[in-house]
Protein backbone atom coordinates (compact mmCIF):
# COMPACT_ATOMS: atom_id res chain seq x y z
CA UNK A 1 0.00 0.00 0.00
CA UNK A 2 1.45 3.49 -1.15
CA UNK A 3 0.46 6.89 0.10
CA UNK A 4 0.03 9.69 -2.40
CA UNK A 5 -0.53 13.39 -1.79
CA UNK A 6 -3.16 15.46 -3.97
CA UNK A 7 -4.41 19.55 -3.24
CA UNK A 8 -7.54 19.68 -3.70
CA UNK A 9 -8.09 23.06 -5.38
CA UNK A 10 -11.49 23.50 -4.15
CA UNK A 11 -11.19 22.55 -0.68
CA UNK A 12 -13.27 24.82 1.20
CA UNK A 13 -16.50 24.48 -1.67
CA UNK A 14 -16.08 20.70 -1.01
CA UNK A 15 -17.55 21.35 2.75
CA UNK A 16 -20.70 23.20 1.10
CA UNK A 17 -20.53 20.24 -1.62
CA UNK A 18 -21.29 17.66 0.99
CA UNK A 19 -24.01 19.30 2.47
CA UNK A 20 -25.79 19.12 -0.93
CA UNK A 21 -24.42 15.52 -2.13
CA UNK A 22 -26.31 12.65 -1.85
CA UNK A 23 -26.86 10.19 1.08
CA UNK A 24 -25.74 7.29 -0.67
CA UNK A 25 -29.65 5.14 0.26
CA UNK A 26 -29.93 4.28 -3.50
CA UNK A 27 -27.76 1.50 -5.33
CA UNK A 28 -28.29 -1.04 -2.52
CA UNK A 29 -29.46 -4.33 -2.31
CA UNK A 30 -33.03 -4.65 -1.42
CA UNK A 31 -34.92 -8.60 -1.45
CA UNK A 32 -38.49 -9.19 0.01
CA UNK A 33 -38.42 -12.47 1.79
CA UNK A 34 -40.61 -14.87 3.26
CA UNK A 35 -40.22 -16.45 6.73
CA UNK A 36 -40.93 -12.97 7.97
CA UNK A 37 -36.84 -12.25 9.32
CA UNK A 38 -34.48 -9.48 7.47
CA UNK A 39 -31.02 -9.30 7.77
CA UNK A 40 -29.02 -5.91 7.91
CA UNK A 41 -26.17 -5.73 5.71
CA UNK A 42 -23.31 -3.10 6.13
CA UNK A 43 -20.35 -2.72 3.23
CA UNK A 44 -17.20 -1.32 4.15
CA UNK A 45 -15.86 2.15 4.45
CA UNK A 46 -15.09 3.44 0.61
CA UNK A 47 -16.29 -0.26 -0.62
CA UNK A 48 -19.73 -1.23 -1.55
CA UNK A 49 -22.77 -3.04 -1.49
CA UNK A 50 -21.87 -5.36 -4.33
CA UNK A 51 -19.32 -6.71 -1.48
CA UNK A 52 -22.35 -8.17 0.38
CA UNK A 53 -24.26 -9.79 -2.94
CA UNK A 54 -22.97 -12.93 -2.35
CA UNK A 55 -24.65 -13.13 1.03
CA UNK A 56 -27.92 -11.64 0.21
CA UNK A 57 -28.33 -13.41 -2.68
CA UNK A 58 -27.67 -16.64 -0.21
CA UNK A 59 -30.07 -15.45 2.33
CA UNK A 60 -32.43 -14.49 0.25
CA UNK A 61 -32.73 -18.36 -1.28
CA UNK A 62 -33.50 -18.97 2.89
CA UNK A 63 -36.54 -16.27 2.54
CA UNK A 64 -34.82 -13.75 4.26
CA UNK A 65 -35.72 -10.21 3.48
CA UNK A 66 -32.25 -8.28 2.94
CA UNK A 67 -31.21 -4.13 3.45
CA UNK A 68 -28.16 -3.68 2.43
CA UNK A 69 -28.39 0.74 1.61
CA UNK A 70 -25.01 1.97 0.06
CA UNK A 71 -23.19 4.14 2.74
CA UNK A 72 -23.77 7.54 2.68
CA UNK A 73 -22.15 9.44 0.47
CA UNK A 74 -20.36 6.58 -1.32
CA UNK A 75 -20.44 6.83 -4.98
CA UNK A 76 -19.97 10.33 -4.89
CA UNK A 77 -16.45 11.77 -5.88
CA UNK A 78 -13.73 11.57 -3.01
CA UNK A 79 -13.50 15.19 -3.03
CA UNK A 80 -16.96 14.96 -1.20
CA UNK A 81 -16.69 11.38 0.34
CA UNK A 82 -13.45 12.25 2.24
CA UNK A 83 -15.32 15.23 4.30
CA UNK A 84 -17.79 12.83 5.73
CA UNK A 85 -18.33 11.45 9.20
CA UNK A 86 -18.74 7.86 10.73
CA UNK A 87 -21.67 9.17 11.64
CA UNK A 88 -22.81 9.66 8.33
CA UNK A 89 -22.45 6.39 7.67
CA UNK A 90 -23.99 5.11 10.69
CA UNK A 91 -27.19 7.22 9.79
CA UNK A 92 -27.31 5.23 6.87
CA UNK A 93 -27.85 1.94 8.43
CA UNK A 94 -29.87 3.26 11.17
CA UNK A 95 -33.00 4.80 8.77
CA UNK A 96 -32.63 1.99 7.06
CA UNK A 97 -33.39 0.01 9.92
CA UNK A 98 -36.26 2.37 11.63
CA UNK A 99 -38.03 2.69 7.89
CA UNK A 100 -37.80 -1.06 7.53
CA UNK A 101 -41.28 -3.14 7.42
CA UNK A 102 -39.45 -5.16 10.25
CA UNK A 103 -39.14 -2.58 12.49
CA UNK A 104 -42.79 -1.39 12.18
CA UNK A 105 -43.87 -5.05 12.40
CA UNK A 106 -41.63 -6.18 15.02
CA UNK A 107 -40.61 -8.91 13.13
CA UNK A 108 -37.20 -10.43 13.80
CA UNK A 109 -34.05 -8.35 12.80
CA UNK A 110 -30.37 -9.24 12.16
CA UNK A 111 -27.23 -7.50 11.53
CA UNK A 112 -23.89 -7.87 9.75
CA UNK A 113 -21.54 -5.95 8.91
CA UNK A 114 -17.97 -6.15 7.16
CA UNK A 115 -14.39 -4.42 8.19
CA UNK A 116 -15.79 -1.02 9.58
CA UNK A 117 -19.58 -2.12 8.79
CA UNK A 118 -18.80 -4.23 12.18
CA UNK A 119 -18.47 -1.44 13.88
CA UNK A 120 -22.15 0.48 12.53
CA UNK A 121 -23.79 -2.84 13.34
CA UNK A 122 -22.42 -3.31 16.63
CA UNK A 123 -23.90 0.49 17.18
CA UNK A 124 -27.29 -0.54 15.84
CA UNK A 125 -27.60 -3.06 18.58
CA UNK A 126 -26.71 -0.30 21.30
CA UNK A 127 -29.03 1.93 20.37
CA UNK A 128 -31.80 -0.77 19.92
CA UNK A 129 -31.52 -3.34 22.33
CA UNK A 130 -33.55 -6.20 22.43
CA UNK A 131 -34.56 -5.18 18.48
CA UNK A 132 -31.64 -6.59 17.31
CA UNK A 133 -31.90 -10.35 17.39
CA UNK A 134 -28.09 -11.16 16.46
CA UNK A 135 -25.45 -9.42 15.08
CA UNK A 136 -22.26 -11.12 13.37
CA UNK A 137 -19.18 -8.90 12.99
CA UNK A 138 -16.94 -9.99 9.53
CA UNK A 139 -13.33 -9.02 9.68
CA UNK A 140 -14.18 -6.06 12.09
CA UNK A 141 -11.81 -3.37 12.10
CA UNK A 142 -10.50 -1.91 15.23
CA UNK A 143 -6.65 -1.58 14.62
CA UNK A 144 -4.89 -1.22 10.88
CA UNK A 145 -2.90 -3.95 11.52
CA UNK A 146 -2.91 -6.70 9.22
CA UNK A 147 0.32 -8.10 7.53
CA UNK A 148 -0.25 -5.93 4.37
CA UNK A 149 -0.45 -2.74 6.43
CA UNK A 150 2.36 -0.38 5.56
CA UNK A 151 4.50 1.53 8.19
CA UNK A 152 3.62 4.26 7.08
CA UNK A 153 0.89 4.52 9.22
CA UNK A 154 2.39 5.34 12.18
CA UNK A 155 2.47 8.63 10.90
CA UNK A 156 -1.17 9.10 10.74
CA UNK A 157 -1.57 10.01 14.19
CA UNK A 158 0.47 13.74 12.91
CA UNK A 159 -1.81 14.29 9.85
CA UNK A 160 -5.15 13.73 11.94
CA UNK A 161 -4.65 16.76 13.94
CA UNK A 162 -4.00 18.84 10.94
CA UNK A 163 -6.44 19.62 7.25
CA UNK A 164 -3.43 17.35 5.97
CA UNK A 165 -6.02 14.47 6.65
CA UNK A 166 -7.34 15.25 3.60
CA UNK A 167 -4.70 15.42 0.68
CA UNK A 168 -2.87 12.20 1.54
CA UNK A 169 -4.65 9.08 0.39
CA UNK A 170 -3.72 5.42 0.74
CA UNK A 171 -3.22 3.57 -2.80
CA UNK A 172 -4.63 0.03 -2.88
CA UNK A 173 -2.29 -2.29 -4.16
CA UNK A 174 -2.88 -6.32 -4.24
CA UNK A 175 -3.85 -8.21 -2.56
CA UNK A 176 -6.91 -5.99 -2.04
CA UNK A 177 -8.41 -7.90 0.78
CA UNK A 178 -8.71 -10.63 -1.49
CA UNK A 179 -6.91 -14.47 -1.52
CA UNK A 180 -8.81 -15.70 -4.55
CA UNK A 181 -6.30 -15.20 -7.62
CA UNK A 182 -9.17 -14.99 -9.92
CA UNK A 183 -11.30 -12.52 -8.19
CA UNK A 184 -8.01 -10.16 -7.40
CA UNK A 185 -6.78 -9.88 -11.02
CA UNK A 186 -10.62 -8.66 -11.89
CA UNK A 187 -9.71 -5.58 -9.18
CA UNK A 188 -6.55 -5.11 -10.37
CA UNK A 189 -7.05 -4.51 -13.46
CA UNK A 190 -9.23 -1.21 -12.86
CA UNK A 191 -7.41 -0.60 -9.67
CA UNK A 192 -3.80 -0.66 -11.63
CA UNK A 193 -4.86 2.36 -13.75
CA UNK A 194 -7.03 4.38 -11.82
CA UNK A 195 -6.64 8.04 -10.70
CA UNK A 196 -7.86 10.04 -7.57
CA UNK A 197 -9.53 12.51 -10.39
CA UNK A 198 -11.40 9.53 -11.87
CA UNK A 199 -15.12 9.50 -11.48
CA UNK A 200 -16.05 6.17 -13.28
CA UNK A 201 -18.61 5.27 -11.06
CA UNK A 202 -19.45 2.09 -13.02
CA UNK A 203 -16.25 0.72 -11.26
CA UNK A 204 -16.29 2.02 -8.32
CA UNK A 205 -20.18 0.89 -7.60
CA UNK A 206 -18.43 -2.46 -8.26
CA UNK A 207 -14.83 -2.74 -6.89
CA UNK A 208 -15.15 0.10 -4.53
CA UNK A 209 -12.79 2.88 -4.30
CA UNK A 210 -9.15 2.45 -5.42
CA UNK A 211 -7.75 5.70 -3.09
CA UNK A 212 -8.77 5.25 0.70
CA UNK A 213 -8.88 9.27 2.15
CA UNK A 214 -6.70 9.13 5.26
CA UNK A 215 -9.49 11.41 6.77
CA UNK A 216 -11.72 8.44 7.00
CA UNK A 217 -9.06 6.37 8.72
CA UNK A 218 -9.42 8.69 11.17
CA UNK A 219 -13.26 8.19 10.93
CA UNK A 220 -12.64 4.68 11.25
CA UNK A 221 -10.55 5.49 14.23
CA UNK A 222 -13.10 7.44 16.12
CA UNK A 223 -15.75 4.70 15.21
CA UNK A 224 -13.35 2.32 17.03
CA UNK A 225 -13.17 4.19 19.90
CA UNK A 226 -16.95 5.22 20.39
CA UNK A 227 -17.83 1.36 19.77
CA UNK A 228 -14.61 -0.32 22.27
CA UNK A 229 -16.52 2.24 25.14
CA UNK A 230 -19.96 0.86 24.33
CA UNK A 231 -19.17 -3.33 24.20
CA UNK A 232 -19.62 -3.99 27.79
CA UNK A 233 -23.10 -2.30 27.12
CA UNK A 234 -24.28 -4.62 24.08
CA UNK A 235 -26.11 -7.51 24.95
CA UNK A 236 -27.32 -8.61 22.04
CA UNK A 237 -26.03 -12.25 20.78
CA UNK A 238 -22.40 -11.70 19.16
CA UNK A 239 -20.80 -13.84 16.04
CA UNK A 240 -17.09 -12.92 14.96
CA UNK A 241 -15.61 -14.46 12.01
CA UNK A 242 -12.31 -12.93 10.57
CA UNK A 243 -9.80 -14.65 8.45
CA UNK A 244 -6.12 -15.65 10.35
CA UNK A 245 -4.47 -13.87 7.40
CA UNK A 246 -6.35 -10.92 7.66
CA UNK A 247 -4.36 -8.54 5.55
CA UNK A 248 -6.17 -5.68 6.59
CA UNK A 249 -6.56 -6.29 10.67
CA UNK A 250 -5.53 -8.88 12.80
CA UNK A 251 -7.54 -11.07 14.52
CA UNK A 252 -6.87 -8.70 17.34
CA UNK A 253 -9.97 -6.65 16.77
CA UNK A 254 -12.25 -9.89 16.79
CA UNK A 255 -10.83 -10.84 19.84
CA UNK A 256 -11.37 -7.28 21.97
CA UNK A 257 -14.74 -7.03 20.65
CA UNK A 258 -15.45 -10.73 22.22
CA UNK A 259 -13.57 -10.51 25.25
CA UNK A 260 -14.74 -6.74 26.05
CA UNK A 261 -19.06 -7.14 24.89
CA UNK A 262 -21.90 -7.65 27.75
CA UNK A 263 -23.55 -10.50 25.26
CA UNK A 264 -24.09 -13.62 26.60
CA UNK A 265 -24.53 -15.81 23.85
CA UNK A 266 -20.80 -15.13 21.93
CA UNK A 267 -18.77 -17.47 19.05
CA UNK A 268 -16.19 -16.77 16.86
CA UNK A 269 -14.43 -18.38 14.16
CA UNK A 270 -10.96 -18.16 12.34
CA UNK A 271 -11.28 -18.70 8.49
CA UNK A 272 -8.24 -20.35 6.67
CA UNK A 273 -8.41 -19.50 3.03
CA UNK A 274 -9.34 -15.69 2.87
CA UNK A 275 -7.82 -12.02 3.42
CA UNK A 276 -10.00 -9.06 4.41
CA UNK A 277 -13.06 -9.43 2.03
CA UNK A 278 -14.62 -12.32 3.58
CA UNK A 279 -17.41 -11.73 1.96
CA UNK A 280 -16.68 -12.30 -1.58
CA UNK A 281 -13.48 -14.40 -0.73
CA UNK A 282 -12.98 -17.88 -1.28
CA UNK A 283 -14.90 -18.90 1.84
CA UNK A 284 -17.68 -16.52 1.21
CA UNK A 285 -19.96 -19.96 1.03
CA UNK A 286 -18.38 -20.94 4.28
CA UNK A 287 -18.88 -17.23 5.85
CA UNK A 288 -22.81 -17.80 4.97
CA UNK A 289 -23.18 -20.88 6.63
CA UNK A 290 -21.55 -19.97 9.80
CA UNK A 291 -23.81 -16.83 10.02
CA UNK A 292 -27.16 -18.83 9.00
CA UNK A 293 -26.45 -21.56 11.96
CA UNK A 294 -26.26 -18.22 13.88
CA UNK A 295 -29.52 -17.24 12.78
CA UNK A 296 -31.39 -20.36 13.24
CA UNK A 297 -30.02 -21.05 16.73
CA UNK A 298 -31.37 -17.36 17.57
CA UNK A 299 -34.59 -17.92 15.90
CA UNK A 300 -34.94 -21.33 17.76
CA UNK A 301 -34.12 -20.03 20.70
CA UNK A 302 -36.54 -17.16 21.14
CA UNK A 303 -39.72 -20.00 19.52
CA UNK A 304 -38.88 -22.00 22.62
CA UNK A 305 -38.72 -18.90 24.80
CA UNK A 306 -42.12 -17.87 23.54
CA UNK A 307 -44.24 -21.40 24.25
Excluded at 123 to 131: A, S, W
Excluded at 193 to 209: C, H, L, Q, T
Excluded at 288 to 293: G, K, V
Aim: aromatic share 12%; hydrophobic share 40%.
Amino acid sequence: MSIIFHMDRHFKRNKAALKSASTGNNNGIFLKGDNGCTIILVHGLTGTPNEMKSLANYFHKQGYSIICPRLAYHGEPLRVLKHAKWRDFYGTIRDAYLHSEAAKNGEPVFAAGLSMGALLALNLVDEFPGKIAGVSCLAPTIFFDGWNATWLRCLLPLAYLTPLKYFFYFKEDPPYGIKNERIRNFIHRYYVKARIVDDDYENISRYGYPFFPVSLLRQIDLAAKHTIKRLPYITTPLQLIQAEEDDVSSVKSSEIIRDKAGSKIKEMHLLYESYHIITADQEREKVAELMELFFKRLRSKKNNERR
